[in-house]
């Protein structure tokens, strides 16, 4: 087999990024959350188009207007979880794209058979062929989910992040698998943010940041350390507010949650959140950041664990609840298109909808005193907008995202829950967010701040909470939050000299 | 292996269910007809169910890529009126008018289809508004109820084989064989279900979206104009009555949950919605052995039905995260 390359350039998540991949070598892809990571694979597998550049297999120049055209060529992508069918078997998705035939009709013994053989190629061969999917755990689905790749007989295996599911033990077959498959001469792309599994198995990795390739390098030629810094490299620093000394108050804690738990995506979490403070929650994209403010909010069911309000136990159960005065709780969800916005609806009805209580007498909304509220807050927001009567639809990303804040806004929240609000909208707006966010800590809510964005987290919290694996592992306080801290310890690579400023333990 | 037997019921599950369910109700039926099941009972009661039972059948296909077809009725009501003017004449003829009467509806399913999927629009709409067209063009071709149909035909379709076998539970058995086994068993059957259990996924994995689609919608209509031209021979006649077309299109959606086919799409099989559609039609039936009266039969249908979807959203008590339940 001939060396393989690939080069890129100018897509917009991805800026003249290159990547060079060799027959029979593991090549392992780093970089922070929104790096193009996900976008440079997705071209490979031709779930998008490239902008501009070229992508060369064998030299030859090829372009993939779909996954069967790129499957075809030999390059499968394993996504996380993403192209399994749930309601058929796993037989039946090992071999979805190119079932065996007989007499034009689906030859089943024969599948049987490629589906063994599959299994038993990715080391499971304890997971029944006839097996539904939807039965099956995460772990075991991924599991399928590398053994139907195998199936495909791919010369280039992309796996993005394909480990982050499994059980311990799965990994180690996984490893043996993987190696094996190199020296069978398949190129294998893997993207991890684990660096243990990176020095385990990876030939050669090129480090991405901001959309570009910025390094690519022999592994065990670079220091943990070296990597991090790779990682590191903003073209904006975006504007933030001045942090308000907070008086040391013994009052207690305005949400305070001990030993929470879900399922084994959250372990043992507990935190304490104080009026005025800012409160950011870091780590990887998907370490339980958003099940965890889920969970306070009461929309995960099971959930174990005490949380009080002001030092009272409480119990919240639902959205509902978490908003009623005595709590007074409001979650900026993550997708604002889905769960913040009755997109059709007008500016004003959307703004309006949780604080309806409020605003009504004996059950008739009171539409002076809601047309009172909602243009105060389209003033205090600056929403640029032609009217409130506008459908939320017609406005631009960032001010849909002010729609979204202020509409909980409307009810003055005392605990102020964010999923990464800013992604997605500009920089004007985004400052413009981060001066509100101070400003109602300022007046005394108490805010809990997921961003995947590490230098909104430096620039705007008093502390941040990073996360890995379900589970706090870090608390940075104050002038120890940088850059590379955050870093580190979200690939949880232990604060030996990961960091200019001390990390600290998660103290709670 | 040993594992096999429990992984194929789990996967066959809500057909079983339906099946255990009607040969219940069908023999409670036929132990309390004060006729007892005699051969004249049973084809009664066997050309009612057949009907539906076809386009429950074709209901299954569009429900299984988590579409919804509501112009299957008027696609049946179509094919009755055209039946009625063409199946008639010399043998040659009949054969003729029988093809057309197919082509018809294939076509009518086809449009749906394409619609559906270059037009981007939802089943639920598109069917709405075409479901109008062929009502349209049903009532075109017969204002009044009337026509003829080929006796030898309809006789053979209708009647009793020997040994008093209804000759439609032949016709729907060999359905079941021409039409759905095959389509079960190839590529685009398998890519239907793949599509309607999560279209990202099927895409992901290359499987054909449109071609599947296509398939279904299109078998979809012909199966209809089976149920139209089986009608025409039931009644010997042509009627563009609107209130059948609508009425079979509920009957046949609510034989679809009865028989495990799952509303979102992706799971079940096209023999559970037989038994679905039976089932249903023998609810009806118990009711008039054992006297009630015929005004009770929709309340009493309904409440089964009502029973039966609840069974099916058992599964969403253990839902942990209440995000799912909305999703």
Known sequence: ?508 | MSGDWSYWLREHRGTLLAFVAFVAMFTIYAANHPAGLNANVATTAANKGVLLAIVAMAQTLVVLTSGIDLSVGMVMVLANCLASTIVVGTPAQTALGVLGVLATGGLCGAINGLIVIYGRLQPIVTTIATGAVYYGAALALRRVPGGDVDSTLADALTGQLAGGVPASLVLLVALVAIVWVPFRRSAIGRATYAVGSSEVAAYMSGVPIRRAKFAAYTLSGLLASVAGLFLTCVTYSGEASAANGSTYTLYSIAAVVLGGVSLFGGSGSAIGAIFGALMFRTIGDLLFVFNVEPLWQPLFQGVVLVAAVSLGSLRLLRIRNRLDLYG
């Open chain 1, 1 to 508: 087999m001939q060396g393989v390359s690939k080069r890129f350039g100018g897509v917009r998540a991805l800026s003249d990024a290159e990547l060079v991949v060799e027959a029979g070598r593991i090549h392992a892809v780093l970089g922070e959350n929104g790096a193009g990571k996900s976008t440079l694979i997705k071209i490979m597998a031709g779930v998008v188009a490239p902008d501009e550049g070229r992508m060369m297999l064998d030299g030859q120049p090829v372009s993939f207007p779909s996954p069967a055209a790129a499957n075809a060529a030999g390059i499968v992508c394993i996504f996380q979880e993403l192209s399994l069918i749930p309601d058929l078997s796993v037989a039946d998705n090992i071999a979805i794209s190119n079932p065996p035939r007989r007499f034009g009709l689906i030859d089943r013994r024969a599948q049987r058979r490629m589906a063994e053989e599959a299994l038993a190629r990715a080391g499971a061969e304890n997971i029944h062929p006839l097996a539904l999917v939807k039965d099956l755990s995460l772990s075991r689905r991924q599991m399928v989910e590398i053994a139907k790749a195998l199936a495909r007989k791919p010369r280039i295996l992309i796996l993005d992040e394909a480990t982050s599911a499994l059980t311990a033990a799965d990994v180690t077959k996984i490893y043996a698998v993987l190696k094996r498959l190199r020296a069978e001469g398949l190129a294998l792309i893997y993207i991890s943010h684990r660096m243990h599994e990176i020095a385990e198995l990876a030939d050669e990795c090129t480090v991405f940041c901001n959309g570009k390739s910025v390094a690519s390098y022999a592994q065990g030629s670079k220091t943990d350390n070296e990597v991090v810094e790779l990682m590191i490299g903003r073209e904006y620093n975006a504007v933030f507010p001045a942090r308000t000394a907070r008086a040391v108050s013994d009052a207690a804690p305005r949400l305070q949650v001990r030993h929470l738990g879900w399922t084994d995506r959250l372990n043992d979490i507990s935190l304490e959140l104080h009026a005025g403070e800012v409160v950011g929650l870091g780590g990887l994209d998907g370490q339980g950041q958003r099940e965890l403010l889920l969970a306070l909010f009461g929309v995960l069911h099971g959930t174990t664990g005490d949380v009080a309000i002001d030092g009272k136990p409480v119990s919240i159960t639902g959205p509902d609840v978490a908003k009623r005065k005595e709590i007074g709780m409001a979650l900026i969800p993550e997708d604002r298109k889905t769960e913040g916005l009755m997109l059709p609806m007008s500016v004003r009805d959307n703004l309006s909808f949780a604080a309806l209580g409020n605003l009504s007498h004996w059950g008739i909304v009171d539409r002076t005193a809601e047309r009172d509220a909602v243009d105060g807050i389209v003033r205090l927001l600056a929403v640029r907008t032609d009217g409130t009567d506008l459908p939320a639809g017609a406005l631009s990303g960032g001010n849909q995202q002010k729609v979204v804040i202020g509409k909980w806004l409307m009810m003055a929240p005392r605990i102020l829950l964010l999923n990464d609000p800013t992604r997605g909208i500009d920089v004007g707006t985004k400052q413009e967010m981060y001066q509100l966010l101070r400003e109602l800590a300022d007046s005394g809510a108490a805010i809990l701040f997921y961003s995947t964005d590490y230098d909104e987290l430096v620039g705007c919290c008093d502390r941040v909470l990073v996360m890995y694996d379900g589970a706090i592992k870090r608390e940075l306080v104050g002038a120890d939050i940088t850059e590379r801290a955050l870093i580190a310890s979200a690939l949880n690579i232990g604060a030996e000299g990961a960091g200019t400023g001390a990390v600290t333990e998660a103290t709670s």
